[in-house]
């Protein structure tokens, strides 16, 4: 591919025009000012139409694969159904074009494979995936503390991710591949190892739910120091959205702090508000991701975020993850070696 100078605007097209792809237009459009937004397609057109209307000269496709071969498109972002990014991706790699995904790289390991292979023999990293808490202000300083070495040796990740709620009948597996992938990802990179065992529980919170859903999960992992990691899922909390990650290590611990937000007294009481849902808590970092991605294509470098073995990784715990929640029993992880592609 040949490598954009800093002087030249990048054409991006966004495949999706729902609550992220608007995010991801409306953030390419105000804040990154080397790239433009020349594509939209959205299998509502009427939807892809109106979010097209909120930048200048942006085209309506309605053929995602035509927007990723026009030639006035020179990258993508993929934020469409979890179940269509891997033949996308599939369709970028063949195009030779720049793609940013949306999180998960694949809802089977199978079809992560597909990609993962798909990439190597084309010898070129082309593929982002949008694990956006890397970019979180917070979730980068917890990474600091730790790689700062002073606290000692990592021994203990700790997660909680509480969603306020989810639409009816959503069940444990879909929860394990389209939430719990971003915790699997954290615990990756916030202990710098890979996960050996998985364990996961899960239990439905309120009588009134479907009767196959398990809305809250509890999953334990070990990993290859022997280090551990226990990650709270739960996504019907009601009272709003939060994530948080500490790293327990030798002699202390490193844990993300409440973001941009004032402590208010009022009537009795001290009180920091809650964000309603990821795209007011992680604001900054879709921007920081974004901005990121588009320059690490213009100056022709690997992008700072996840990668493909980075979605592949995470969609094997995944598969790990959902094998031991339908079996009740732990479950061993065999891990593959790392293509040269990516060392
Ligand atoms: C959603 O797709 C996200 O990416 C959010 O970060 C996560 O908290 C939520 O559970 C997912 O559904």
Redesign the pocket.
Known sequence: METKTNSETLSVGIIGAGG?GTRHVLNLHRAVGSARVAAIYDLDQDRARQVAGMCRQSLVFDDPERLINDPHVDAVVIASPDDTHARLMLACLQAGKPVLS??PLATTVEDAVRVLEAEVALGQRLVSVGY?RRFDPQHMAVKTAVADGALGRPLLFKEV?R?AA?PYGITGET?LI??AG?DFDSTRWLLGEEVQEVFVRGLRSRADLHPDTKDLLLIEMAMTNESLAVVE?Y?NAEYG?E?SAEVVCQRGSAITTLADTALVRTEARRAYSIPAD?LAR?QNAYVVEVAEWVESIQEGRPFDGANTWDGYMTMLITGSCIESFRGGAAKSLKIPDKPVLYQ
């Open positions: 992220m949306e999180k956006m991710h969603n989810v929860i389209n939430s971003h899922v996504v959205y994530v990821w992680f």
